[in-house]
């Protein structure tokens, strides 16, 4: 499609109908050359990589390609060491921390984790606040790293008040950072001590805050699947089939991906993605059938591991083949 061929994306057919296949790094080659970089402790590549990329363009993708690839915690404190006034080792370390630290705690329920995976947890979140605070210290306008904070103060669970003072401190610096408002969701869910209310409205706020085509618009499909996966089966099911709920995703799609504002950058894909999911349980097939044919087979790992965390891919198939796609 000439959505994907605009974008670098290409996939092969089988019967005429697109192989569903997972894209880790968005069809940014710049990702897996800073993963392949960090995997082989190339820290004068890293560098590079991530200088070119500035905070005004959004550099959380390839920080995370970094900061979740094993082994980068054994190098990066001497990077650190060598380079005392510099806010990019600092940042890395904690980005690296951050993802070091879930690895401890697992993504289960807080029920079945136990008291020595939540010590190594607090421990690497400490640490990651630390390097946080410094690379924002040495760089004040710099994004990431109040970024960063939001989620170590969520595992950490800092007060409600200083959360929503890091949120803050990310959007003054970009009023419409996607990663943050991601992450001011996940601390409104009700999993994290919010509410549904609380989650929807902000949800909602932010999308139609900002102008048309904007890619905040995913805020909407996410809080509907949130609430979607707090509920039993049964009730969830019911929940999406209210008519209010395929009646808020399509507004939602028509203020972003739909509008003829909206910008094929780096996270297009997660986004369409998520409505495609949001708009499937919903029942709304129309919307759904149009979301699978825009992405064309080209699957994100969110929110699809929500239905299937081994093979993403699959529950995306299993979805458009339940719409008619």
């Known amino acids: 499609m000439a959505v994907l061929r605009e974008w670098g ?8 109908r697109p192989v569903a296949r997972v894209y880790e790094d968005s069809g940014d080659p710049e990702v897996r050359r800073v993963r392949e970089a960090a995997a082989a402790a190339d820290w004068t590549t890293v560098r ?10 959004d550099r959380t993708e390839l ?17 650190v060491e060598a380079e005392p006034e510099a806010a990019l ?3 890395v370390a904690g980005v690296r921390h951050i993802s070091w630290g879930w690895e401890a705690r697992t993504g289960a329920r807080a029920a079945h984790v136990s008291s020595e995976q939540f010590e190594v947890f607090h421990a690497r979140l400490r640490t990651a606040e630390r390097w946080l605070y410094e690379a924002a210290e040495r760089e004040p306008q710099w994004i990431s790293p109040w970024y960063g904070l939001q989620i170590t103060g969520r ?7 200083v959360a929503r003072r890091r949120f803050e401190a990310t959007v003054r610096r970009d009023p419409h950072h996607l990663g943050a408002h991601q992450q001011r969701l996940q601390q409104l869910c009700e999993k994290w001590g919010g509410s549904h209310e609380e989650m929807h409205a902000f949800a909602r706020a932010s999308a139609f805050g900002a102008p048309p085509g904007t890619h905040l618009g995913q805020l909407v499909a996410i809080a509907h699947i949130e609430h979607w996966l707090a509920l039993d089966s049964g009730p969830d099911g019911a929940y999406m089939a209210r008519p209010e709920v395929a009646a808020s995703l ?4 028509d ?10 950058r780096e996270t297009w894909l997660p986004v369409v993605n998520t409505f495609a999911m949001a708009f499937s349980l919903a029942g709304d097939r129309v919307a759904a059938r149009e979301c699978f044919r825009l992405t064309d087979g080209c699957v994100s790992r969110f929110p699809w591991y ?13 979805l458009r083949s339940s719409v008619g796609r």
């Open 9 to 16: 994306l290409t996939l092969g057919k089988w019967a005429g």
């Open 48 to 57: 590079a990589v991530l200088e070119a990329r500035p905070e005004s363009a």
């Open 63 to 79: 920080l995370w390609a970094v900061g979740d690839t094993a082994g980068v915690e054994r190098w990066m404190p001497a990077v």
């Open 89 to 91: 080792p600092r940042l």
């Open 155 to 161: 595992g950490l669970q800092v007060e409600k008040t």
């Open 250 to 253: 399509r507004q939602a799609a």
């Open 255 to 264: 203020h972003s991906f739909r509008h003829p504002d909206f910008v094929l």
């Open 306 to 318: 929500y239905l299937d965390s081994s093979d993403p891919a699959a529950a995306y198939r299993k």
